[in-house]
């Protein structure tokens, strides 16, 4: 395994107010009884604002998918592959971006994604981040212009999200050996590809083992495969996370880039070695990934 560069140290999250980037979260400090009246008060009004743009926000990106959804379907048909391609992933992060604004605005989530911002020019390249929660795909992508995924099948039928990844040319997970050949073309004609070295989202911090397939891609288009690990300061929307349940606000996200790394030797090996990497990048101390409860 062969290092061909290294990004530049994080910069913490902003305002925060906690090491790394992450939120904390205060404890009760046994304040007198005369006090609790008002504090009572105004934390059931919070709550009550908390869930309603809580809810408010899935209900937006409900929306703004469809929107997309239904007009993709038709470009689709009606324009030449790579256009519509092209054209299908740009959507997508224009799309997602106002949504991530959004939690950002009413204080659901803090994001420091600016050092993903290095990757809008990339070409031929495995992005391959840790998956610690639902929203990781959605905060990448929502920086990236041009970047193909690997979804699911329950994504690539959903009539909210299935006509938008299939203008952008997204590959599903189905495939078999076919979704690796198809993969391995795309990254080889210059678009890069977003895959999730784990497969699905992270059990056991600070990540799950890795799968073979993103090597395999790598290798069979000769491209190399850039790190990143994202970090956060809850188990929000992780593997055991329901979507409906609401976590303690805000919830702070952070990406930062590690090395690139050229495929060499033999696969397997190189997985591990690779594995290993994350394991001692996402088990600093002041990096702590999020992963179910």
Same mark, same amino acid.
């Given at each position: 395994? !062969?290092?061909?560069?290294? #990004?530049?140290?994080?910069? /913490?999250?902003?305002? #925060?107010?906690?090491? $790394? $980037?992450?939120?904390?979260?205060?404890? $009760? !400090?046994?304040?007198?009884?005369?006090?609790?009246?008002?504090?009572?008060?105004?934390?059931? +009004?919070?709550?009550?604002?908390? =869930?309603?743009?809580?809810?408010?926000?899935? +209900?937006l990106f409900g929306v703004i998918s469809l929107l997309w959804s239904l007009p993709a379907l038709v470009l689709r048909l009606l324009l030449p592959h790579r256009l519509g391609a092209r054209l299908g992933q740009w959507a997508i992060m224009t799309g997602f971006r106002p949504f991530v604004a959004y939690l950002e605005?009413?204080?659901?989530?803090? %994001?420091?994604?600016?050092?993903?911002?290095?990757?809008?020019?990339?070409? !031929?390249?495995? *992005?391959?981040? @840790? &998956?610690? !929660?639902?929203?990781?795909?959605?905060?990448?992508?929502?920086?990236?212009?041009?970047?193909? %995924? *690997?979804?699911?099948?329950? *994504?690539?039928? @959903?009539?909210?999200? $299935?006509?938008?990844?299939?203008?952008?040319? =997204?590959?599903? @997970? /189905?495939?078999?050996?076919?979704?690796?050949?198809?993969?391995? &073309?795309?990254?080889?004609?210059?678009?890069?590809?977003? *895959?999730?070295?784990?497969?699905?989202?992270?059990?056991a911090a600070p990540v799950d083992p890795f799968k073979g397939g993103f090597a395999l891609i790598a290798s069979r288009a000769r491209a190399p495969i850039q790190t990143v690990f994202i970090e956060c300061s809850s188990p929000f929307l992780g593997k055991d996370w329901p979507w409906y349940r609401k976590p303690v606000f805000p919830v702070v996200f952070r990406a930062r880039l590690g090395r690139r790394f050229e495929l060499s030797g033999e696969v397997r090996s190189f997985v591990a070695e690779l594995e290993a990497y994350y394991r001692?990048?996402?088990?600093?101390?002041?990096?702590?990934a999020c992963a179910g409860p």
């Open positions: 395994m !062969s290092d061909s560069s290294a #990004s530049p140290p994080p910069q /913490d999250a902003q305002g #925060s107010g906690a090491p $790394g $980037g992450m939120a904390q979260v205060s404890r $009760g !400090s046994g304040a007198a009884p005369a006090a609790l009246g008002p504090r009572r008060g105004g934390s059931w +009004l919070r709550s009550a604002y908390e =869930y309603a743009v809580y809810y408010g926000g899935w +209900l605005a009413v204080g659901i989530v803090r %994001c420091d994604l600016a050092a993903l911002d290095v990757l809008r020019e990339a070409r !031929s390249l495995v *992005i391959a981040p @840790n &998956h610690p !929660s639902l929203l990781d795909a959605v905060l990448v992508i929502s920086r990236l212009p041009r970047v193909v %995924c *690997i979804v699911k099948a329950p *994504i690539w039928d @959903n009539p909210f999200l $299935g006509g938008g990844a299939r203008l952008g040319g =997204y590959l599903r @997970n /189905d495939a078999g050996l076919q979704l690796t050949r198809r993969a391995a &073309h795309a990254v080889a004609e210059g678009v890069p590809l977003l *895959i999730f070295p784990e497969g699905t989202r992270t059990r001692h990048e996402l088990g600093k101390p002041e990096a702590p």
